[in-house]
């Protein structure tokens, strides 16, 4: 199928975005405080954080719906806010799947992903929506109406709906989060497909951390209004830069512990490390529960206190001989039960540590 938009509105290269010391305030409240974050051409990038973060609130800034109080954004080169500027919404060249969808129940599926097509001859409008349905699959379900979808069908369309006008930049406001897990799973891989065909720079906000790991290219987590860290999947969860990222991306054990002539010293043993942290003697080791590898050992130095079946995997509650627990994630095949010592080895690549 030929992907290329028939409307000569705007350039039809996929965009990027860059927010330069950007900032929002309601009321006393520093919504989004000085985040600067520049998004690659074509890339899948994800805004993950707890609720209240900013995340959102960046979201719609980007989209032209909230006005700057300071900084600067632009689209593909081009200024679209300033503080006291705001070019609209739908001069952005920026297409939203929110939340609910926003569907309009009074329309069918194929006025719905017609809607937003402007200055186009009715044979153009029906082949780009027949380009859109066939993208999302839904080419039978051109006469539906949204309330005789399924959940996922609904999603479909609205991401069709965004596309249709050839978007270079597609934002999702927690898209996945109204629906079951089972398919949750399915429709996140197939709308990174579907959003990996159309050629979009794509920005998504959510809470949920494996959504945000499994679909992007880059991450960026968001605490109280500020970017803590950007960087790869990989990176934000093996090397966090900060306790928060280290907290709220994946489980996380931390030990009190001390660096000694280029040893860290900790109840879960000695070893060299190659990061150094200057002027700083007391320092608190994360391990996340993967990196954890357990042997049963009859004089080993921790014991099994409690074990948590999830299939496939087990975690393990260890109590160490200074009272101290760590966690260990497993495969579950051999199954060891509580009470059971053992002797605890630490993946050290992955080994982080912060000042206390």
Do not use: W
């Amino acid at each position: 199928m030929n992907m290329h938009c028939l409307l000569p509105i705007r350039d039809l290269h996929p965009g990027y975005v860059t927010l330069s010391g950007i900032q929002k305030k309601f009321g006393a409240i520093d919504a989004v405080h000085n985040v600067d974050l520049n998004i690659a051409r074509g890339e899948f990038f994800s805004l993950l954080g707890p609720s209240g973060c900013g995340k959102t609130t960046t979201l719609r800034l980007l989209a032209g719906l909230e006005d700057l109080d300071g900084g600067e954004i632009k689209i593909d080169g081009q200024t679209v806010a300033l503080a006291g500027k705001n070019v609209p919404p739908e001069k952005r060249g920026v297409g939203i799947v929110f939340q609910d969808y926003a569907l309009f129940p009074h329309l069918s599926v194929f006025a719905n992903v017609a809607f937003g097509l402007y200055g186009m001859g009715k044979a153009d409008i029906k082949l780009r929506v027949e380009q859109m349905l066939d993208l999302v699959g839904l080419q039978s379900s051109a006469q539906k109406y949204p309330h005789e979808l399924s959940g996922g069908q609904r999603q479909r369309v609205a991401l069709a709906r965004t596309l249709a006008p050839c978007p270079s930049v597609v934002l999702l406001d927690e898209p996945f989060s109204n629906l079951d897990a089972e398919l949750r799973d399915a429709l996140r891989q197939e709308t990174k497909e579907i959003l990996r065909a159309s050629g979009s720079t794509v920005i998504l906000v959510t809470h949920d951390q494996e959504e945000a790991l499994s679909l992007s290219d880059r991450v960026g987590v968001m605490n109280a209004g500020r970017l803590e860290q950007v960087g790869t999947p990989y990176d934000i969860y093996h090397q966090p830069a900060t306790r928060f990222v280290a907290n709220f991306v994946g489980k996380a054990d931390f030990f009190p512990a001390v660096l000694q002539e280029g040893l860290v010293v900790a109840a879960i043993g000695s070893f060299a490390v190659e990061q150094q942290l200057a002027g700083v003697r007391e320092i608190d080791l994360m391990v996340r529960p993967d990196d954890v590898v357990l042997a049963p050992e009859n004089e080993g130095t921790g014991t099994i206190v409690a074990v948590k079946f999830l299939g496939g995997d087990a975690i393990y509650q260890v109590m160490l001989s200074d009272q101290t627990t760590l966690h260990s994630q497993r495969m579950s095949a051999n199954l060891l039960p509580v009470g059971t010592q053992v002797e605890v080895k630490i993946n050290l690549p992955h080994v982080v540590y912060f000042p206390r």
